[in-house]
């Protein structure tokens, strides 16, 4: 497969379609093609074309992992069937007694694998303020050997510093994990900010269409990179075929759709703030958020992800009964726009008491602002929160 490499001159918007290995040198294809087989003939005992079994490698895969690679600006990309997949694998990495410090609004399924899967295994963890500086230090000691964060985190948009963080985490020898699902490389890229190791549930903005799952990992080291290419082939959690080629096909758009949701986020984000019923916003594009600043230094913008808490004069069972454009469902990112209940669905496997004391509250909404018309998104909120309104009044 050695096609011509654009190289790491070009603009993110270019590299997002011509990144990776662009294209089929033997036929000239401009899209790579579905390489839809387990196993490759072999010439002889030991003689193969650098492909011998597609859960080792499969030229569909590897022109992914090339293109994550390169727009993370790391060394090596791993595809995996689910953005949990890679998230298991990097977990991996580490070793009964070890220690984890994990963001305090991480992603439901990453405290649940942490917490149900890996903690009977041996491996630690330790939920921590990760945007207070002073907290984590306070917390490491010498059985923790890594931070895994999410910046922004999910639901509430918390910001952590993520130079900051990985430049304490190497004066103490620790990793830094960064899930980048909500930025994607087109907003945030940890590896240049300092950190290790970066993960995406690319069934987000990265596929972008709703269509599929998938996870990708990306490192810089390149031990860690022999380390997780290991354990992707041992473990078996790969990316097939098909779903890598969609993912380079949704990748090509990203930041025209990633342009089009920053821009209708910072609308509604505006419009929620000024309606009577939303009693609070987080969007760290708001000038008064805070780690604003934080967010716009480390940051190409706020991304597409609004919460908000809905006044307790509004019935929220009504409100999601209500919206029309909008659909009620599970997972973020796509073309069109996305509420849920993080209390009840996204954010269910934490335990109660975890999540009142992070503020993931029983009124808290959930928004992944799509690209359809923002005003026709306004609208529907607005005859959401009306039949909210009514639904309270009357009983
Ligand atoms: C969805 C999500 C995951 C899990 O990814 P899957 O592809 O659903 O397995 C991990 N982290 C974040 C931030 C997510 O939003």
Redesign the pocket.
Known sequence: MANQQPGNHLHPESLLIHGGIDGDARTGAVSVPIYQTSTYRQAGLGENNGYEYSRTGNPTREALEKLIAELEEGTAGFAFA??????TAVLLLFRSGDKLLISSN??G??FRVLDKVFKPFGLAYEIVDTSSLGTVESRIDPTVKALLI?SP??PLLTVTDIAAVSALAKKHHLLTIV?N??MTPYLQRPLTLGADIV??????YLGGHSDL???LAVVKDSVLAERLAFLQNATGGILEPFDSWLLIRGIKTLSVRLDRHLENAAFLATFLREHPAVKKVYYPGLPDFPGYDIQNGQARGAGAIISFVLDEQYDIRAFFKSVRLITLGE???GVESLVCHPASM?HASIPYEIRRKVGIVDQLIRLSVGIENKQDIADDLQAAFRQALSAKTST
Do not use: C, P, Q, R
């Open positions: 689910s953005g949990m997949a890679a998230i991480v992603y399924g990453t999410e985190a999910n899930d699902t909500f993960v995406h549930s690319a069934t987000k799952v998938a996870g997972s973020l990112g996204t």
